[in-house]
């Protein structure tokens, strides 16, 4: 399938990024959000992340203005309806991107990919609950989009030899490297990624030492580029609590069982840098 036009349901950090990589590239994008302040703060975001790339020269103002006048914006996914792929970028929450699905399903035109950039959830789940089954893929970026290569193409048990190689070459065009994932709680990143950063929670929790010196253990000891409480922050303390209690609930294993602070830091709403306060304040 030759992919020209992208559509992206979610204006938040990923669907943002990934409309700024997809313009950057040379195609044509539709970002759409449920209300006018959310798409606005999504092309400010990218506005303010094209000045800094165009600031260390690594970007022509021509090559910005062109990336910028590729990105239309909607309030509804009405506007997707030609869209040759529709990749879903909401909240990691598992009713919420079914009912996209449902939406998707019945907008986008015969032949489109039914894309999501779920972090932790079932793929086949997802395909389970539309008419095109075999055009549900999982293309899950990383965050700052813009920034990290990888991207996990995850196939769900439906999922078609067709949609899984022409998202594959998406990716390429994007430049980012794809690998391939088979539908399991958390793929490959998280899975390994987000019980590390579990039980960096569990070592604050328990009073083994300060934020600080975990997260400066691990860099030093470990020569992470971040500490994984920071890097906590950075993906946001509720989504790391999503992808935990997939985990847990998928494996039914107790290695999974997320620390208590996650949900005590939820409720509070210190969700990390977003929100001003996580691990860190800032």
Known sequence: MDIKNIGIIGAGTMGNGIAQVCA??????????????????GVDTIGKNLARVLAKQKITQAEVDAAQSRIKTALSADALKDADILIEAATENL???RRIFADMDKIAKPGAILASNTSSISLTTLAAKVSRPDAVIGMHFFNPVPVMQLVEVIRALQTADATFEAVAALAKKLGKTPVA?????GFVVNRLLVPMINEAAFALYEGLATAEDIDTSMKLGAAHPMGP??????IGLDVCLSVMEVLHEGFKDSKYRPCP???????????GRKS?????RY
């Open 24 to 41: 950057i590239s040379g195609f044509s994008v539709t970002m759409v959000d449920v209300n006018e302040q959310a798409v606005k703060r």
């Open 95 to 97: 009713d919420l991107k």
């Open 181 to 185: 994932v088979k539908n399991s709680p």
């Open 229 to 234: 409480l920071a890097l906590a922050d950075l």
């Open 261 to 271: 602070i996650w949900r005590e830091m939820v409720d509070a709403g210190y969700l």
């Open 276 to 280: 001003g306060r996580g691990f860190f």
